[in-house]
C-alpha cells in the first residue's frame, strides 16, 4: 500500500508489532545491484513516517544506503506470526549532524551505555505492507492466544504462564 500524503503509515497496529519484534531485517542494494539483508535489534519508529535503526556495526548497510538509499525493512511478532514490511528511502546521520539528537534519542536510550551508536539509519516510509503467517488465512477465528501457544509449541518455548 502507498503512503497517504495527509497522515504517515505508522498507526497503533505498526507500534504493537515493533514493540513485540524482537529483531528487523534490514535490507539494501549496492551500486551493482547486490542486495544485502541483516538483522538488527535497536530499532523504533520515530514519528508516524519513519523507522530509525542504530548504526552498532552495520559498514556494508551504511556504505550501500550512502550509495543506493533504497532500502526495505520488515520485522516480526513471532509469537503472533504477523508484521510489517517498509519499502523506503534512508539516510545516514552521523552524531554531527544537527538532528542526531532528536532522530537518536529513544535508540540510545535502549542501547544503553554498553553499545555505541556510530549513526543513526533514518528509513522515511514510502510503502507498507502486512506481512501475515499462512495461519491467519487458514485458520482465520484463531484468537491471538490460540496462535501464540501454537507457535510457543512450534518454536519449543514455554510461555511462563
Ligand atoms: C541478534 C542481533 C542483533 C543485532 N542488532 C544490531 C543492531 O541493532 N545494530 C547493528 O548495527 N548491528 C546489529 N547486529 C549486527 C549486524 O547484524 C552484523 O554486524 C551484520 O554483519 C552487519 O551487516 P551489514 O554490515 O551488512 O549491515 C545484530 C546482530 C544480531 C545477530
Known amino acids: 500500500m502507498a503512503v497517504r500524503k495527509d497522515r504517515g503509515p505508522i498507526n497503533q497496529a505498526v507500534k504493537t508489532d515493533l514493540k513485540n519484534s524482537v529483531l528487523c531485517w534490514l535490507a539494501t542494494v549496492d551500486p551493482a545491484g547486490v542486495p544485502n539483508v541483516t538483522p538488527k535489534e535497536i530499532f523504533t519508529s520515530h ?17 550501500n544506503i550512502r550509495l543506493q538509499p533504497n532500502v526495505c525493512v520488515s520485522f516480526i511478532d513471532i509469537f503472533r ?77 514455554r510461555s511462563g504462564h
Open 81 to 157: 506470526q504477523r508484521g510489517f514490511k517498509f519499502v523506503g528511502t534512508a539516510k545516514i546521520i552521523p552524531p554531527e549532524a544537527e538532528d542526531f539528537a532528536t532522530l537518536g534519542a529513544e535508540l540510545l536510550r535502549m542501547a544503553g551505555e554498553d553499545f555505541l551508536i556510530r549513526n543513526v539509519i533514518s528509513v522515511r516510509i514510502d510503502r507498507i505492507s502486512r506481512i501475515w503467517a499462512p495461519s491467519y488465512t487458514l485458520f482465520p477465528d484463531r484468537a491471538d492466544e490460540e496462535r501464540m501457544q501454537s507457535a510457543y509449541a512450534a518454536y519449543g518455548v
Open 47 to 63: 514519528g508516524d513516517d519513519r523507522i530509525v535503526i542504530a548504526d552498532i556495526a552495520s559498514s556494508n548497510s551504511v556504505r
